[in-house]
């Protein structure tokens, strides 16, 4: 079972911002389960935060910007990219400034920050991760850009980038597992190309920007005076160029860009605001596709409040009906659970097939069979049921009975032929024997009913 995790304690970190010039000040705090990540802007009268998911995007030049109301920050995507590395769910961040700090230009000053202070799992919150069922892609014709993302049982990254340039070859990135991350990707620098420079800052960006946090690229020449000119602009100091290459530094990479664009790509689509269990394929990636890729998949989720659970037949139960039948009394027909496929703390998965055979569809309806929807019910609860009863020393002694029923919606129906599988989950901790709990009932990946009931756990006569 894979559970929620937040910061151990908070860190703090000082530095100027890249677009503003601002020296800012940004705190990382735990934060309680289901919290998610959220930014405080603390300089702003009240306080106001912002989550930190794509719906909020309104602009990627040369950023990720999240904008509600007044309220706006900028340069997010490398501290994004470090929370997610660490797999942290829940987070409060603190920020006196429209923009995180630059730093060194990487995700490497939050990834170690992070590292240092630990990051600790939290009891009974279990982690929700966006399991890619089928390929999810977005492209921009302008630019090329493409960004795809498939099915896999884990989280990996590919990542082609090229420019075009003389001095920059076309470079590949990939990352097989996110342990890898701190090592291969976290300190993978911010870039940009001399011709931009003048550009960027007639849109008033880039004015914290030095050789210090940034890969200076110098791939068209130009007469001296005119690199002089920018470094004054920028107020710094004035450097001699006399051929192309990078300015003032070395790569640590001979892939950096790449690398630093992979690390752009994970902080912006870890704005889904899950983990991602899938394969990602980014060709010529930027903030605006990823971003809209983030928000393509943001609407995806919007449509159910969860995801189907993945339900692969050839994979044994961990419940078949013969141990059901140990626990619970039902039998034909009103036995409404053929097997269970995952069971955990505070959540299982059941499955129900649904077959012409049915006795109910004599009358319900034999010219339209119809599965009722309070046999659906019946058979969430006694999903429910197996949940509560597994916790138990001694399941066979006790049973479960129906105290309420509550927001019951019937959503689409349910025919002979139909795989129904239930997730059920504890809404609250069991107090004296009384369970509350919510359910969902999918059929092809989509809910068909769920409800909300109240069960009490009673020892056997």
């Given at each position: 079972?894979?559970?929620?995790?937040?910061?151990?304690?908070?860190?703090?970190?000082?530095?100027?911002?890249?677009?503003?010039?601002?020296?800012?000040?940004?705190?990382?705090?735990?934060?309680?389960?289901?919290?998610?990540?959220?930014?405080?802007?603390?300089?702003?009268?009240?306080?106001?935060?912002?989550?930190?998911?794509?719906?909020?995007?309104?602009?990627?030049?040369?950023?990720?910007?999240?904008?509600?109301?007044?309220?706006?920050?900028?340069?997010?995507?490398?501290?994004?990219?470090?929370?997610?590395?660490?797999?942290?769910?829940?987070?409060?961040?603190?920020?006196?400034?429209?923009?995180?700090?630059?730093?060194?230009?990487?995700?490497?000053?939050?990834?170690?920050?992070?590292?240092?202070?630990?990051?600790?799992?939290?009891?009974?919150?279990?982690?929700?991760?966006?399991?890619?069922?089928?390929?999810?892609?977005?492209?921009?014709?302008?630019?090329?850009?493409?960004?795809?993302?498939?099915p896999d049982d884990q989280f990996s990254i590919d990542v082609y980038v090229d420019y075009k340039s003389s001095v920059v070859a076309p470079q590949y990135a990939s990352l097989d597992s996110l342990s890898d991350f701190g090592k291969e990707i976290a300190d993978a620098r911010t870039f940009v190309f001399v011709r931009e420079i003048e550009p960027l800052l007639s849109m008033n960006l880039i004015k914290g920007g030095d050789l210090e946090n940034a890969i200076v690229i110098y791939d068209k020449e130009m007469p001296q005076e005119k690199l002089f000119k920018l470094a004054d602009l920028m107020n710094q100091p004035r450097v001699e160029v006399d051929e192309l290459g990078i300015i003032g530094t070395e790569l640590r990479y001979n892939n950096e860009l790449a690398r630093h664009k992979m690390l752009d790509v994970i902080g912006d689509l870890s704005l889904i605001g899950k983990q991602i269990q899938g394969k990602i394929i980014a060709k010529y990636p930027g903030h605006k596709v990823n971003t809209a890729l983030a928000k393509k998949i943001r609407q995806e989720l919007k449509k159910q409040e969860i995801q189907a659970p993945a339900y692969d037949d050839s994979i044994p139960p961990v419940l078949d009906t013969n141990a059901i039948r140990t626990m619970l009394p039902h039998r034909w027909p009103i036995q409404m659970v053929d097997k269970v496929i995952d069971i955990r703390e505070r959540s299982i998965v059941g499955v129900k097939n649904i077959t012409a055979n049915e006795t109910i569809f004599m009358g319900h309806f034999p010219d339209e069979p119809v599965m009722p929807g309070v046999l659906l019910i019946e058979a969430m609860a006694q999903t429910g049921g197996l949940l509560v009863l597994h916790q138990l020393e001694d399941p066979e002694l006790y049973s479960t009975y129906f105290l309420k029923i509550d927001n019951v919606k019937f959503r689409q129906k349910v025919v002979p032929g139909d795989t129904v599988i239930f997730h059920v989950s504890l809404m609250d901790e069991i107090r004296r024997g009384v369970a509350t709990m919510k359910g969902y009932a999918f059929v092809g990946g989509v809910i068909t009913t769920e409800a909300e009931f109240m069960a009490q756990i009673v020892k056997n006569k």
């Open positions: 079972m894979s559970l929620q995790k937040t910061l151990n304690s908070s860190f703090e970190l000082k530095g100027k911002g890249l677009h503003t010039g601002l020296e800012i000040h940004i705190k990382f705090l735990p934060a309680e389960a289901n919290h998610g990540i959220r930014i405080k802007r603390v300089d702003l009268e009240g306080q106001p935060d912002i989550p930190a998911l794509a719906d909020y995007v309104t602009s990627t030049n040369r950023g990720t910007i999240l904008k509600r109301g007044e309220l706006q920050i900028g340069t997010i995507e490398h501290a994004m990219a470090a929370l997610y590395a660490h797999e942290i769910d829940n987070c409060l961040i603190e920020v006196d400034s429209p923009e995180f700090p630059i730093l060194d230009g990487s995700a490497k000053p939050f990834y170690d920050a992070i590292t240092q202070v630990g990051v600790i799992e939290q009891e009974k919150t279990e982690k929700d991760v966006y399991i890619v069922r089928q390929k999810i892609e977005f492209s921009d014709a302008e630019s090329g850009a493409k960004i795809m993302i498939l």
